[in-house]
């Protein structure tokens, strides 16, 4: 049987939990340490741009490298229209169909079409960009009679496409999580369902919802592949609605078309860079600003559950 | 008061029609891609396309290097990124103080998650390819590849952690078990599913990216299969995208047929990770 | 004798509120104490001073003294993982660990270290014994502990804290979400183990305490306002509040 010891000044508990500790530590630790890394190094690989090309330049509205002219407006405003619409597509279908597969629909619907939902987000990006540009872009170009379908729109309706999965995924996740008891509740009181979906459940479930739909549109912004493979890649500056019909291109096409065919440590290296650091710190912008929105409301909320 | 009940059921019929409406006109347009592929690509599927090496420029013959340099990737990925992940999120679940530091770790895991997949390439190529001289190879690949997952594992990992009810822990150390003996023996173990169908999906994410590892590891004509880390390689989805965009005359068999085996490989590892998930939640024990 | 002894005992969290205000009382060996009183009173936050559960909350301060076989409970340094396995905890919900009968009996053998399987099976059997289900599951005691009724899987965190052979049984409100015959049960056992093991209860209804107590203590908003015996304390208690409280005037 165990020794009984009398309980006394004993020296602490055994240290050869100490190595794990670390380690486990440590692991927490190194997400802070690859942020760090990573925007050292696109600030080191960039700030020669802006020694080389110079601000007059950067801020131009023409992008045409051969030439020296390096104005990453166009860039922007490509990705900017098309993270716009993408929004517009899956803000709505995305918090929509999460709450028809976890409010309304039947469960053996739901069971059904939830991994359906997720094979979507399962599909790399180069696929979707693959069947956009044979299908997509050629009937966009009938149905709206437009000079071709490689557009802004066949972008912002594939990375819609591509935001959605995780806008449901997770949507649906905040709204299943909801206690029954307030949804109880509510019908108790004479609520309709179709009420306590939109006056209980789901701002109960807003901070995850929010959360949902900010990573879908980090997803938008970053899509590399499928705004290569459809957008046209005509690095035009945007000026209006109208030009979601005409082609653009956004900073990430540039970079990954570009990179390849771009002699190291060249000026155009380091522009290539400097769009990559201002991707960099549009994600940082939008994923803490989003962040810190769902503290305030898990705090909140904290506060009216105690 | 039958009024008033009349016209909120009849908002809510049309409310609930509107959103079937709209998730069906989500459901649609993903079934119709898949089986469009498969129909289309099924044909090229053969014993040679799946084994055999490219021949004619890529216009006939086999995609096997394809399919090996993906799965080298994901196995690359998967070795520096699940034990970081796994033990960063516990780090978080089970460690953390609440406080500061603890907040600016979450930060640097929600910027990780929002960094776009060409922004990881570029520093790929900078740190790993030419800075620290690993060159274009299936090493930087997986390195840029699982900084890119982790976010995912760290998140869905600490999720399936804290969902393990507390009440357990408290059991546990009332029983005079250490922090680590309850993290060993009850709650990893009971989050064990959680973690795997995350890792599996993280995984599953890294396997489809092109971006990450067009400067980082991808060859386009590389007809052999790689011998070593340092080697680079051939990957399927730089593949489709070369061939469907860089290579005239390639037949839509072959590229459909791509595409195809692309899906598959992704798609087996989300029937994968969904089966863990629903067997879990039936065999749970709390 | 006394088995404990706790002097001007203070608790305050880091929000600055104060569980327990100056406590001081004794308990003594092999009788069945029983702290009493409205929701709110501190006696949670008594129980888990005694086997150190405090220390995974945000308590901020201890002051006072707590002697178990006159070493202090409160000293930092103490090694509170041999602490718990001698001063064991029994809580008000039962939660039975994700694992089956058996090794859900055995666990706190099994992280102190102990292997050997004979000693195991012994454990488990005289535990079960001790807790009287023995009967009930020894068939089955590899199925998982979640399976039984309520009343069982608490008999089975009974038995769990037995099979460390702890010298304080710590008890938590345990049949607050029994039935009847089962809180019956779980009463009849604590008389039997009143003669190897000193026992501490919270009970969940005063008619318990009055059923239960040899000693019986009255805690009231953090502050100790009343201690006698079983006996007197429920014939005739001498505050007027726990006179109050008895009678069900308030709580």
Not at chain 3, 226 to 233: D, W
Request: aromatic share 8%.
């Amino acid at each position: 049987m165990i020794s009984k010891q009398k309980i006394g000044i004993n020296p602490k508990p055994p240290k050869r939990e100490f190595l794990i500790t670390a380690l486990i530590k440590a692991a927490g630790y190194s997400a802070i340490i690859f942020v760090g890394m990573i925007f050292l190094f696109l600030l080191v690989e960039s700030l020669p741009a802006l020694r080389e090309v110079g601000l007059s330049n950067l801020l131009s509205s023409r992008w045409y490298p051969i030439e020296d002219h390096y104005g990453v407006l166009p860039l922007i405003g490509g990705t900017l229209i098309i993270t716009i619409g993408a929004t517009m597509i899956a803000l709505p279908f995305g918090v929509g169909t999460a709450i028809y597969l976890s409010e309304i629909a039947p469960r053996w619907l739901r069971e059904t079409l939830k991994p359906i939902v997720e094979i979507l987000g399962g599909l790399p990006s180069v696929v979707l960009g693959f069947m956009g540009m044979l299908i997509l872009s050629p009937y966009l170009r009938i149905w709206l009679d437009l000079p071709t379908g490689l557009s802004a729109l066949a972008g912002s309706i594939l990375l819609g496409g591509i935001a959605i999965p995780t806008v449901v995924s997770i949507s649906e996740d905040a709204l299943d999580a909801v206690p029954r008891s307030y949804r109880d509740a509510s019908l108790a009181m004479g609520a309709t369902e179709w009420q306590t979906i939109w006056r209980v459940t789901l701002p109960a479930a807003r901070s995850g919802v929010l959360t949902a739909v900010m990573l879908g549109i980090g997803r938008a912004i970053g899509e590399t592949m499928t705004v290569m493979m459809v957008t046209g890649n005509a690095p035009i500056l945007p000026t209006g609605i109208k030009d979601l019909f005409s082609p653009v291109r956004t900073m990430t096409a540039t970079i990954a078309a570009e990179m390849g065919e771009v002699a190291n440590s060249s000026t155009h290296y380091h522009v290539l860079f400097l769009i990559g650091i201002i991707l960099f710190l549009i994600s940082l912008v939008v994923n803490v600003t989003a962040s810190a929105v769902v503290f305030r409301q898990k705090k909140s909320q904290e506060r009216i559950l105690s | 008061m039958t009024m008033k009940l009349s016209a909120r059921q009849y908002k809510q019929r049309l409310g609930f029609s509107l959103l079937t409406l709209m998730t069906f006109l989500t459901i649609i347009p993903i079934m119709g891609v898949v089986i469009y592929i498969i129909y289309l690509g099924l044909p090229a599927i053969n014993l040679e396309f799946l084994t055999g090496f490219p021949r004619e420029g890529m216009r006939e013959g086999g995609i096997l290097p394809a399919i090996i340099g993906t799965f080298y990737l994901t196995l690359g990925t998967a070795i520096f990124a699940v034990p970081l992940g796994i033990g960063s999120a516990i780090y978080l679940s089970e460690y953390a103080p609440d406080n500061k530091a603890t907040q600016l770790i979450r930060i640097a895991i929600i910027n990780l998650a929002g960094i776009p997949s060409v922004v990881y390439g570029l520093f790929g190529l900078g740190l790993f390819v030419l800075f620290l001289g690993f060159g274009t190879s299936i090493l930087a690949g997986s390195l840029t590849l699982s900084i890119m997952t982790l976010p995912v594992i760290i998140s869905t990992t600490e999720e399936a952690l804290r969902a393990v009810p507390q009440s357990f822990r408290t059991v546990s150390m009332s029983l005079g078990a250490t922090k680590w003996q309850t993290i060993r023996r009850i709650v990893l173990p009971q989050a064990l599913p959680g973690i795997l169908t995350g890792v599996i999906l993280g995984l599953e994410r890294a396997a489809g990216e092109t971006a990450p590892i067009l400067f980082t590891v991808a060859a386009f004509f590389l007809p052999r299969l790689p011998n070593s880390p340092l080697d680079a390689t051939m990957a399927l989805p730089y593949h489709l995208y070369v061939i469907s965009t860089q290579v005239p005359g390639m037949p839509i068999k072959i590229q459909y047929g791509t595409a195809l085996v692309l899906l598959a490989f992704v798609l087996s590892m989300n029937l994968v990770a969904t089966a863990i998930r629903s067997r879990a939640r039936a065999r749970r024990q709390w | 004798m006394n088995k404990i002894s706790i002097r001007n005992l203070s608790l305050t969290y880091s929000d600055g509120t104060q569980p327990l205000r100056d406590i001081s009382f004794d308990i003594p060996a092999n009788q069945i104490s029983v702290i009493f009183g409205p929701a709110g009173g501190g006696k949670s936050s008594l129980l888990r001073t005694l086997n150190r559960l405090n220390d995974l909350t945000d308590l901020q301060v201890q002051e006072g003294s707590v002697l178990l076989d006159g070493s202090d409970l409160l000293d930092p340094s103490l090694d509170v993982i041999q602490l718990r396995r001698q001063v064991g905890m029994v809580f008000a919900r039962p939660v039975v660990l994700p694992l089956s009968i058996k090794k859900n009996v055995t666990y706190g053998l099994e992280v102190a270290g102990e292997t050997n399987k004979d000693h195991l099976s012994e454990a488990v059997e005289s535990s079960l014994k001790k807790a009287a289900i023995w009967d009930e599951v020894k068939d089955r005691l590899d199925d998982p502990a979640i399976a039984l009724s309520g009343g069982q899987q608490q008999r089975i965190c009974l038995a769990r804290v037995l099979a460390l052979e702890p010298e304080v049984i710590l008890l938590d409100e345990p049949t607050s979400g029994l039935d009847p015959i089962s809180t019956g049960k779980v009463e009849e056992s604590l008389q039997d183990l009143k003669r190897e093991y000193t026992i501490v209860l919270v009970p969940h209804s005063v008619q318990q305490a009055a059923r239960t107590a040899d000693q019986a203590i009255f805690l009231l908003q953090g502050e100790l306002i009343e201690v006698n015996s079983g006996e007197l304390m429920f014939t005739n208690p001498q505050d007027p509040r726990t006179q109050d409280y008895i009678q069900g005037r308030f709580g």
